[in-house]
C-alpha cells in the first residue's frame, strides 16, 4: 500500500478535486484546487492551526479527480460536499452553497444576488467562489447600468431615489424604450460571463 508520502509525490499539477480520507475510508474533507500538487502538499508542510492538524493526523489515503476547469471543480467540490458530508467541511454542512447572480424573466429584468435556484426565475450566473466576489460584481454593475434595482416596480407617478442618482431608468414612471433596455441587458450578460469565466480572477 503506497505511503502519504508516495501519494504526495505523484499528485498532478492539474485542476481538480481533492478527498481525504481515513483508514476505514470515510472522506474526512473535500476541496478544490487549480494545483492539486501544491494545495494538497501545503496540507503536510509548515505550521497550521489546530483543526488542520487534527484533520492531517487522521489522514491515511487521498483521491483525486481531475476537471478541465477551475468552476467545474468548484461545481464538483459543492455537489459531493452536499452528498458525502465531511467531518471536516463546515462551509456547506448546513446545506447552503455558493451564490448565484439572477437575472430575473420580467418584463424589464432586475439583477439579485441569490443562494436558491427556482424553475423559471430567469437566467442564473455561477457559482461565485465567495459572497464577496458576487457582491462586488453586482454592485459595480448597479452602477454602471441603470436597470431596476426593487422588486413589484408597478406603475408609479414618481419614481424611487434609485432614478435620482443615476441607476435606474424608471419604467415605473417612464415609458421605457424595450429595446434599450435589453441592449443594456445583453452588456450585462456579456460582463457577467467574462468575470466569471474564470472564478480565480476573484
Known sequence: METI????????????????????????????????????????????NVKIQKLIAQVEDIRVILTDHPLEALLLENTLIK?????????LKDGKTYPYLLLTDEEYPRLVKTRKKEPNAGSYYGPFPTEGAASLLLDTIHRLFPIVKLPNYGRRSLPCLYYYIGQCVAPCAFDIDHGAYRAMIRKIQRLIVYFNEDTERF
Open 5 to 48: 508520502n508516495e501519494k504526495l509525490q505523484q499528485l498532478p499539477d492539474e485542476t481538480g478535486v481533492y478527498q481525504f480520507l481515513n483508514h476505514q475510508g470515510d472522506i474526512l474533507y473535500i476541496g478544490k484546487a487549480t494545483s492539486l500538487k501544491q494545495r494538497v502538499k501545503s496540507y503536510f508542510t509548515g505550521s497550521h
Open 83 to 91: 452528498e458525502h458530508q465531511p467531518k471536516y467541511n463546515i462551509l
